[in-house]
């Protein structure tokens, strides 16, 4: 019987939190033949008021998949719940969500942080906490950043630096497959892009690379 490969699992809110927070962690990951899960509490219909969430909904999907197959991930899971209801309704998908942790069996989870400033990021954060919990389970598990571009009163926790460089050009290009959330523009005859998460982003991971001597970091606290 062929021996069963480690994997990675990822919990977030939205359906580009994972490549923001854990896009390059999760290259790096597969390259090193894990098995990197990805599961999506909502579909993010709230997030272009000007798409119409019938349209919406195909296009999350599509572009986390586009997304995931770039970084090498193994499979993206919707969990569907509306976005601001993720406490009152999780109950509905608590067993599918039980039944395909027991069964993938993560070796690390990352999911969002306790002080997050998105509510449903925070949701995630204590929902993680408490399958860990329910399922009595060993994995590592890991808070990212999405908005927070310094750490602050996470010292007491341990940190995990993972240098990104060598998987740099994945991440970027997984960033781009969310062609809904970012808005292109000619600004003399250059395309440039006028998405503030997405340059946050490559800031912050500049950043950590320099507090860490290298070129791109994430950086991540070790909540459990
Ligand atoms: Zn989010």
Known sequence: MPKKKKSVLILCAHSDDQTIGVGGTMAKYASEDYDVYTVIFSYGEKGNPHIKEEHLVPTRIKESEDAD??????????????????????????????????????????????DDAHPDHRVVYRKTLEIYDDLKLKSDVYSFEIWNIFNFGKRDHPKFVVDISEFYDKKKKALMAFKSQIDFTKVYGYITMNNWLVLVTYFKDWVNGFKNNCKQAEVFYKVR
């Open 69 to 114: 197959r770039i970084v090498g991930g193994k499979e993206v899971m919707f969990l569907g719940l509306k976005e601001g209801r993720f406490d009152k309704d999780f109950d509905s998908v608590k067993n599918k969500l039980f039944s395909f942790i027991k069964k993938i069996r993560p070796e690390k989870i990352f999911t969002h942080a306790v």
